[in-house]
Each structure stands twice: as structure tokens, then as C-alpha cells.
């Protein structure tokens, strides 16, 4: 399973040249592709507060079809008990993200550095 980070999502839907090599390779090869549901969330967040210029239904209705991308189903309860473990960050989004993606110890892709420098399995 392969968990898309927010940041990967947008530039997906907009700029492919903000995506590293690795990135697109592992996208163009992956079986499954999956995003938590905070990343549709955070995605409605940023067009609220004027950052990207449409919103999460907009921005995921092409992707979900063209990549056959997927909200993840754990169970919520799961994905917090493995967010209370995350103590690297204050930012609700990331924690609640790499939760999702930890719960199976599944691959994160992501740009963010401080992910990457704290959740084994994520890769940019």
C-alpha cells in the first residue's frame, strides 16, 4: 500500500515537476494507492483559507479515477491510537496522516522533512 501526503496530491492535480523521480515511479508502479482521509480534509482546509484555489471534492474527483486512488477504511479508532504515539509533531494533519499510513507500516510518500525524518517507511 502506498499513502499519498497532502503535498503529493496537489502537485498530482496541478505541477508534476514538483514531484522527485522516485515519486513518480513509485505512483506509475504502485498497486494500490491510498489517502487518509485527513488528506481530503486538509486539501478542503487550504482552499478555505485561500491557499490553493479549489477545493478537496474538486481537486480529488479527476485523481480518484485516473489513478484509481482511494480513501483508506482503518478504523478511526485505529488511527488515533497510533497518532497518540506520534510526539515529533503538533501539526493534527501530519499526525493523523502518517498515523494512517503507520497502522499497516505501509509507505508514506511525502516531500515533508520532518516526516521523513521521523516515520521509517516514508519516502520522497
Known sequence: MIYLDTNVVLWLAGSHGQLSD??????????HLLLSPMVELEI???YEVGRIQAGA?????HLRSALDLR???HAFSAVVAAAREI?????PFD???TA???VGEDTLL????IIRANYAHAEW
Open 87 to 91: 510526539k515529533w509533531t503538533r501539526d
Open 110 to 113: 511525502t516531500r515533508d522533512k
Open 44 to 46: 478542503e482546509y487550504l
Open 100 to 102: 494512517q499510513a503507520s
Open 57 to 61: 471534492p474538486h481537486v480529488l474527483s
Open 71 to 73: 480513501l483508506c477504511d
Open 95 to 97: 499526525r493523523l496522516i
Open 22 to 31: 522516485h515519486v513518480r515511479e513509485t505512483i506509475n508502479n504502485a498497486q
